[in-house]
């Protein structure tokens, strides 16, 4: 056990001064970091679609609520370039500022040096220090309103504190951000409403109208979402709700065991173990303990839902439980604090071997993603499919496909109809997945149509909707492929059945090899597809 001491004690040894110029030195140091990072790996799949998709701005998107969409459309407006530096930094600098508030939020709970650990962990964390911290995600903004919106209830909470109403519709509004950032942000408004429920000394809260009021603003702040969804059959709604229901095959615990190994992985097995061992306790203690009752209120909701939804059968996504976590690290920064002060050498250590630990895996990570030595290296790594070919951008594309757009619409001018019925209608590019659209779209730049033929089309299907291209030919990038060792210009595969039924016919273009530090990674598949016959079965028919 690490005794506790008098906050006194802490306050003579360590200034709130100091205690900010650390957390500033964390938030210069990983602001650095993931500016490199961003500068050295191209965007991710899930990235590069948000960018694609961005580019006509919509009240909403059928994947998540629409602001880390806005971000990079945003950006692409004002600076007229797409470059991944550009796109990443407004994420980056709210991870910097969520850094911030994670020490506010540690401090105000506990002591200004728990929430310098608490930052300082928040930091050694990968699923947040590198992909929220850095990526163009829902996870970015949805962290920094998520603990934004907890430091507005606790002044809203306070006794002595003034402007109550003011906070608590502040904290509204941060909530409502929150929401408008990934559906995750329900959690927000379900945490601060279980919080006053469950403290006696809080459930006075109740019988006033400010809590109700910041819930009204919360929505409120998310309508545009509802407008979009009832505008499009509740689409989006519809495809969250049915992931990770239950199913009827497969091992239930080998689902629950993949889903609390993902959280561990993504965490790192080191923080995650004393995370969850605090997280009992503070349960076990109850209401009677504020602070930990507190955090608990906002981190039981991602971590029990999620975590028991795989008992179901899916295991689900690891980072869906994250924002849950991210209301630990106070916590654990303040056990952490207490164990400096106590003396404690193996918490000390563990902290050093911890920081080590994940500089070593974060070089380890970013030097393969931008290199690809691992696999090389360590081939049996890789043997299922190297994980770090999604943040390879496909740059290669612009050599070839331009040019094919440009010849094929010249073939049809130029035939005047005789070409299958598609002369007068531009050419478009197309791919059957919506990840591979979101990669080409991305590397093409915005000049070029792109149109998802799968039957999974996402955001595309409201982007350029296939349906509108009837008639019209296409250029088709084919899935990756892995490069053969020495050929340079490998053969065409033959198209896939449920693409060549969708055109009068389709003509093999060529592949495009894609490159990484001058190596031959993977290729492309290229086709041409003459006069679209049917958009795929899977896109709306609104």
């Not at 001064?17 to 957390?23: L, P």
């Not at 306790?281 to 602070?291: H, K, M, S, V």
């Not at 380890?364 to 290296?377: H, N």
Request: proline share 8%.
């Amino acid at each position: 056990m690490i005794p506790s001491l008098p906050a006194a004690v802490e306050s003579r040894a360590e200034t709130r001064e100091g205690t900010a110029a650390r957390v500033l030195l964390i938030i210069a140091a990983g602001t650095v970091l993931r500016l490199l990072a961003g500068a050295a790996i191209g965007l991710s799949v899930d990235e590069a679609y948000e960018v694609s998709v961005a580019r006509p701005l919509s009240a909403s998107y059928f994947d998540h609520p629409p602001l880390s969409f806005w971000i990079p459309g945003a950006v692409t407006a004002l600076a007229g370039s797409e470059h991944a530096v550009l796109l990443r930094l407004p994420f980056i600098l709210m991870f910097a500022l969520s850094t911030w508030l994670m020490y506010r939020l540690g401090a105000r709970l506990f002591s200004p040096r728990a929430g310098l650990f608490a930052a300082l962990l928040l930091n050694l964390a990968p699923v947040f220090a590198l992909t929220t911290g850095g990526w163009v995600l829902p996870d970015g903004p949805l962290t920094l309103f998520l603990l934004a919106s907890a430091l507005a209830l606790l002044h809203a909470l306070d006794p002595a504190g003034l402007h109550a109403t003011r906070w608590w519709l502040l904290a509204g509004i941060l909530s409502g951000l929150a929401m408008m950032s990934k559906y995750h942000g329900v959690f927000a408004v379900a945490g601060a409403f279980f919080f006053l429920v469950t403290r006696r000394d809080e459930r006075r809260w109740l019988a006033r109208w400010q809590p109700f009021a910041a819930a009204v603003v919360a929505f409120a702040v998310t309508s545009p979402v509802a407008v979009w969804n009832l505008r499009h059959d509740w689409i989006s709604f519809r495809f969250q709700g049915v992931r990770g229901v239950p199913t009827t095959h497969g091992s239930h615990l080998a689902a629950f065991a993949e889903t609390v190994g993902g959280q561990a992985l993504y965490v790192l097995p080191w923080i995650w173990i004393p995370m969850i061992v605090l997280f009992a306790r503070a349960l076990r203690r109850g209401p009677r303990d504020r602070a930990g009752w507190f955090l608990i209120s906002f981190a039981a909701g991602p971590i029990l839902v999620f975590t028991a939804a795989s008992l179901g059968g899916h295991p689900g996504l690891p980072h869906w439980e994250a924002p849950g976590y991210l209301f630990l690290f106070p916590l654990l920064g303040d056990t952490v604090s207490r164990a400096f002060y106590a003396g404690s050498r193996a918490w000390r250590a563990w902290l050093i071997a911890s920081a080590a630990a994940f500089a070593i895996l974060t070089g380890i990570a970013l030097s393969d993603a931008a290199t690809g030595w691992l696999s090389r290296a360590a081939p049996a790594l890789v043997r299922k499919g190297d994980p770090t070919w999604e943040v390879m951008d496909w740059k290669e594309l612009r050599d070839v496909v331009p040019r094919a757009l440009a010849q094929d619409a010249a073939a049809a001018a130029g035939a005047g109809g005789s070409s299958g019925g598609s002369a007068g209608r531009a050419p478009f590019v197309a791919a059957l997945r919506w990840m591979d659209a979101g990669k080409a779209a991305c590397a093409l730049g915005p000049g070029v149509t792109m149109v998802c033929l799968g039957d999974r089309p996402h955001q595309f299907q409201f982007v350029h909707p296939a349906r509108d291209f009837l008639g019209a030919d296409a250029i088709i990038v084919g899935h990756p492929e892995p490069a053969a060792p020495g050929d340079a210009s490998p053969d065409v595969p033959p198209a896939p059945p449920d693409l060549a039924a969708a055109f009068a016919r389709v003509e093999p273009l060529t592949s495009v090899v894609i490159h990484r530090a001058g190596r031959a990674e993977f290729t492309l598949p290229l086709y041409v597809g003459k006069t679209l016959l049917r958009a795929p079965g899977g896109e709306s028919s609104r």
